[in-house]
């Protein structure tokens, strides 16, 4: 277990669609990081937040967004869903700022695209 | 943006070495390389991390030449429970850094 919670586990839902991830990152980590892992793309990171700050940007869609909130835990907001935006999402966390120290990563929610 | 690049599977069997390279010839100053480990239905875990030369674990070992244009991650003695997919990470620290990971290696350790 490495402390990073994710919920929901899994998620289905239509096509245009609109859905949250949530993301509780390990105690005392600053740091949260989303992830997109999809058969045909690999891992691609999405975006990463410090302390409630957007730190970096990655792949991230315009119809996706994020957010950290002052208690640390984010999410991520994807907006009118489709089919290939079915993927699993992680979330990892980190003490520092840098993304290249070690992250722990939650065990992902699983969206399906209808 | 550092293109990272891994070899799609790997075959070994138990209590061998295993050597798993990562390409990566636009790597930044300021990267690093940090190796995961992923198991099926799991989020990835984190094996090792280095910037230039050698680094040692109580798992693994990081080997990265003086070009930093690829590195090696070592495993050595592998068992059953090493089978998983291992990536390797490329990015730095700053505001801003782009964090970029390979395709992903599949280990498969065989009796």
């Known amino acids: 277990d490495s402390g990073v919670t994710q919920t929901p586990k899994h998620l289905i839902t239509a096509t245009g669609q609109r859905v949250t991830l949530r993301c509780s990152p390990r105690s005392g980590d600053l740091s949260v990081y989303w992830y997109q892992q999809s058969l045909d793309q690999g891992l691609q990171f999405l975006i990463q937040?410090?302390?409630?700050?957007?730190?970096a940007k990655g792949n991230i869609l315009e119809r996706f967004s994020a957010q950290q909130f002052p208690d640390l835990h984010s999410e991520l907001n994807l907006s009118s869903l489709e089919l290939g935006d079915s993927a699993l999402y992680f979330c990892a966390s980190s003490v520092g700022s840098g993304g290249a120290g070690e992250q722990f990563f939650g065990p992902g929610t699983r969206l399906t695209v209808l | 943006l550092a293109k990272t690049t891994q070899p799609i599977s790997m075959d070994s069997y138990e209590g061998q070495e295993v050597n798993i390279t990562c390409s990566h010839n636009n790597i930044a100053t300021n990267d690093y390389i940090t190796w995961y480990q992923q198991f099926p239905s799991q989020g990835p875990r984190f094996i090792i991390q280095g910037y230039k030369t050698k680094v040692t674990n109580e798992v693994a070992s990081l080997f990265i030449p003086a070009d930093r244009k690829s590195s090696t991650l070592s495993l050595p003695r592998v068992s059953l429970s090493d089978t998983a997919v291992y990536y390797c990470?490329?990015?730095?620290?700053?505001?801003?850094?782009?964090?970029?990971f390979g395709g992903g290696t599949r280990l498969m350790v065989k009796p």
């Open positions: 990470l490329v990015g730095g620290n700053n505001a801003g850094n782009m964090l970029t």
């Open positions: 937040y410090y302390n409630g700050e957007e730190r």
